[in-house]
């Protein structure tokens, strides 16, 4: 049970922050009238899929990361040629919902015709010519095309992403990143809650986790045990003093003051050392004793956890451009693996620990790298400065190579994780 726990847990966390990335994407494009055509976790073959309103929720088998497919981003919808024989279902207004592209002698309560004309973008018309009667018919602004039983709903010109201002744009492309951060934020204030504060000067050294096998638990101590002193010593909230006396007393017995609830008593333990060190441990980690944190103090520790945290992120960024190694990468195979080990650990860790990938994540999406945000909001910056949009061919090549070369990239770095999990 504990296994199926901690994997439910990985995968609850890595759904969580993908799913609040895209949906910050999907949101915006939502509010800019961009029609959402596809709201995706995952790459690759669906798992699971339900349509609501005008957009396809899918949840894909590769948890690579997600995507909110926007109507204009990519040529989706097939052209219908001069004389290429269609149908067509009219609704109760009288305009087309319903274009059939194949399969046509099994259409019900169609108009079949050769199309003379049709414009699905801007004036939203098709000319059927009929055994020699040529009709023109007005299209639903969300009129669906049929082929190969497969439906895509058209998108006006006023739905298309590239219609809507620079502004609107980059409003819904930065906001996949500003929703990580905005997370990450909220995480980092949640962990304060659990975990609350240190305090500082404290007044007594608690017993937190006790090392298997070491003398502190072969004397039976137990987790939760106040240390009164040591060999006479009073130890206070003096950590540093309890590890000293412990360390300058290898191999010698020494006698410890324990308090238990209202009971005190007395164990004898013999501190060793460890492979490779040299002073005695007896196998004690402190619990440090805390304090709940008030709303403002919740806030601001908050904000310098992610700046702090902002900060060694950057940090990573340049030590890794400085000198690159394949084995300083973890793809998601081994983040999953530390996330895991990390959830086994408790809630409370795993929550700091979304914190830092949810920020991780939003800084990684605005570096201007071909096909990440960051990019995308440079080819948008570029336009707004010279007043007219790069050309999209040119803009979908560097994203397709650009996803190209990610994509090459994470299976290298998965191969390199699944190596180091064999080899150990």
Do not use: C
């Not at 929720?57 to 590769?62: A, E, P, S, V, Y």
């Not at 803009?395 to 770095?413: D, P, S, T």
């Amino acid at each position: 049970m504990e296994m199926v726990r901690v994997v439910f847990l990985t995968v609850f966390m890595f759904f969580v922050l993908v799913t609040v990335h895209e949906w910050g994407h999907y949101y915006f494009a939502k509010r800019a009238g961009i029609l959402v055509r596809e709201f995706a976790i995952g790459f690759g073959p669906k798992l699971f899929s339900y349509k609501r309103n005008e957009t396809q929720f899918t949840l894909r088998l590769l948890p690579f990361g997600g995507y909110a497919r926007m109507a204009g981003e990519d040529p989706e919808i097939i052209e219908i040629g001069p004389g290429q024989t269609i149908a067509v279902r009219l609704g109760q207004d009288n305009k087309v919902k319903s274009i059939f592209l194949d399969a046509l002698d099994t259409r019900r309560n169609v108009i079949r015709g050769e199309a003379q004309y049709t414009d699905l973008e801007n004036d939203l018309k098709i000319r059927l010519d009929v055994d020699g009667d040529v009709t023109t018919y007005d299209v639903h602004p969300q009129a669906m095309m049929i082929k190969r039983g497969q439906q895509t709903q058209i998108a006006p010109k006023d739905r298309q992403f590239g219609s809507k201002t620079v502004g609107q744009r980059a409003l819904a492309i930065v906001a996949g990143p500003v929703m990580n951060f905005l997370l990450a934020f909220v995480l980092f204030a949640v962990h304060l809650q659990m975990a609350g504060i240190v305090i500082e000067n404290p007044t007594f050294v608690k017993i937190g986790d006790l090392s298997e096998g070491m003398p502190a638990q072969e004397a039976g101590v137990q987790k939760g045990d106040i240390v009164v002193s040591i060999n006479g010593e009073q130890i206070g909230g003096d950590y540093q003093k309890m590890i000293s006396l412990t360390s300058a007393s290898k191999g010698k017995e020494m006698q410890w003051t324990l308090q238990r609830g209202d009971e005190t008593f007395n164990v004898a333990m013999i501190p060793r050392s460890m492979e490779g060190e040299e002073g005695g441990k007896v196998g004690i980690t402190p619990e440090l004793p805390t304090r709940q944190p008030g709303f403002g103090e919740t806030i601001t520790k908050s904000g310098t956890a992610m700046v702090d945290w902002t900060k060694t992120i950057f940090v990573s960024f340049k030590t890794l451009i400085n000198n690159f190694n394949m084995d300083d990468i973890s793809g998601p195979v081994g983040t999953a693996k530390m996330t895991g080990q990390i959830a086994q650990q408790g809630i409370q860790y795993l929550t700091y620990w979304a914190a830092i990938l949810s920020l991780y994540l939003g800084i990684f999406n605005l570096l201007p790298i071909p096909a990440l945000d960051g990019s995308r909001l440079v080819f948008l910056g570029v336009e707004a400065l010279r007043g007219k949009p790069v050309d999209p061919n040119r803009e979908g090549m560097v994203h397709f190579v650009g996803f190209a070369l990610l994509f090459l990239v994470m299976i290298a770095v998965t191969y390199n994780d699944i190596l180091r999990l064999i080899t150990g």
